[in-house]
């Protein structure tokens, strides 16, 4: 059983930046995949990054890539999404997860923890 608590969300201006973390419970966070997706209103939620147990292997999607970026530091239980150059469209929930899987790590449905949400809004 993982629990993730996720923090650092809030108003920020068009261009501007924001670090969000993800503390996670446990002592087996190293063996989960890490992932970030978010939920804008009236949107459904999309994958935004995700991380390799040992931070070898990253992956974004193509609206963030270059913008942001996802790392993890596993003696401390925690991943960040270190957000830059803000956009009005960046504006959601955002949401960390764990999973195990091995394949579909894009896709929700193969993670198995998530957080509560934290919310980001991008002013223009």
């Known amino acids: 059983q993982v629990q993730l608590v996720e923090s650092g969300g809030g108003l920020v201006q068009a261009g501007g930046s924001l670090r969000l973390s993800c503390a996670a419970s446990?002592?087996?966070?190293?063996?989960?995949?890490m992932g970030w997706f978010r939920q804008a209103p009236g949107k459904e939620r999309e994958f935004v990054a995700r991380?390799?147990?040992?931070?070898?292997?990253?992956y974004y999607s193509d609206s963030v890539k270059g913008r942001f970026t996802i790392s993890r530091d596993n003696a401390k239980n925690t991943v960040f999404l270190q957000m830059n150059s803000l956009k009005p469209e960046d504006t959601a929930v955002y949401y960390c997860?764990?999973?195990?899987?091995?394949?579909?790590?894009?896709?929700?449905?193969?993670?198995?923890?998530w957080g509560q949400g934290t919310q980001v809004t991008v002013s223009s």
């Open positions: 446990g002592r087996t966070f190293s063996s989960y995949i």
């Open positions: 997860a764990a999973t195990r899987a091995s394949g579909g790590l894009s896709d929700q449905r193969v993670y198995d923890y």
């Open positions: 991380i390799s147990r040992s931070s070898d292997i990253t």
